[in-house]
């Protein structure tokens, strides 16, 4: 079991306890990680609890989210910079590297990382030596080093978009988060749990789901995983009323999950979203729609409706089952 320091992780399914099991596992052991799974997974929460329950517990968790820095920014954010070394650096600073010291340095969205960050990263997790950005001493790390990558980073590495090599060298301990739809049951858990946490958090009584729901949270295929879960529940507890909370779509006249925009074209500060969590939701909004026109325009057929999209069979046919689309609920000539 977790200890008490690692956030918690919440599910009873068998592949969200073989991932837990994991966890502990690779909480022993002072080696690289590589977390993979789709977005709203709950990957930084895996990594978080490996380096809390790890003997850099006491030292800092320091996360980047590699495709939030601008690439031009990206070596100085990790090894620091000599003053002078561009045009903005008017002091000498450290990087994250350094904030880390003792620690865990979490790069999430890995798939983000820029080529040139890619090498710089490689030649540190060789021997953990580094120059700051400009200059020429050369100084010492002693991080673990955790990154998070979508599935995106597979088609990265085919394409050669990704270093191999760097892609190895963190895949020493590899870790697999499994979306909620192959999670049995934890669905109506972890809306139960979000409901209590989020009731107390903005003072409302507690209430229970809606029974007409139950059933549509155990089908629904979740492709926002647990962060499209987490957000459906606060905005049905504040845009709602009643003993009972109901999750479905046409439950609540809520604003869009993206930020609805304005007769005007615009967007209240308070609807604004952080971008990558309004980028992955509109992401998963336009996969949906778009493999539904294209299962009917190919009557179920999937091998058809690849050739359509000019995709990968395989390849479609996991975009399918992470939306929950059956080729049998489209119109078929056969």
Known sequence: MLSERSPQLVGRAPAFLQALTLIERMA???APVLIVGETGTGKELAARAIHYESERRDAPFVPLNCGAVPETLIESELFGCERGAFTDARQARSGLIAAAEGGTLFLD??????????????????????????????????VRVVAAASPRLHELLETGAFRDDLAFRLNVLLLE???????????????????????????????????????????????????????????????????ELDLRPCATNSISATGAPRSDGAVSA???????????????????SYLEQ??????????????????????????????????????SPN
């Open 28 to 30: 022993r052991y002072d």
């Open 109 to 142: 969205e890995l798939d983000s990382l820029p080529l040139r960050a890619q090498v710089s990263l490689l030649r540190f997790l060789q021997d953990f030596r580094y120059r700051p950005v400009g200059g020429t001493r050369e100084c010492c790390g002693d």
């Open 177 to 243: 988060m499994p979306p909620l739809r192959d999670r049995p049951g934890d669905a109506r858990v972890l809306a139960e749990y979000f409901i209590a946490r989020h009731a107390r958090q903005h003072a409302l009584p507690p209430r229970a789901l809606a029974p007409g729901c139950v059933d549509w949270i155990a089908r629904y295929a979740w492709p926002g995983n647990v962060r499209e879960l987490d957000n459906r529940v606060q905005r049905a507890l504040m845009l709602s009323d009643g003993d």
């Open 270 to 288: 308070g609807d604004l979203r952080a971008f990558n969590d309004a980028r992955d939701e509109a992401m998963l909004h336009f996969e949906r």
């Open 294 to 331: 294209l299962m009917h325009s190919a009557h179920g057929n999937v091998t058809h409706a690849a050739r359509l999209a000019g995709k990968e069979r395989r390849a479609l046919g996991k975009l399918l089952k992470k939306h929950g689309l059956e080729r049998d609920a489209f119109d």
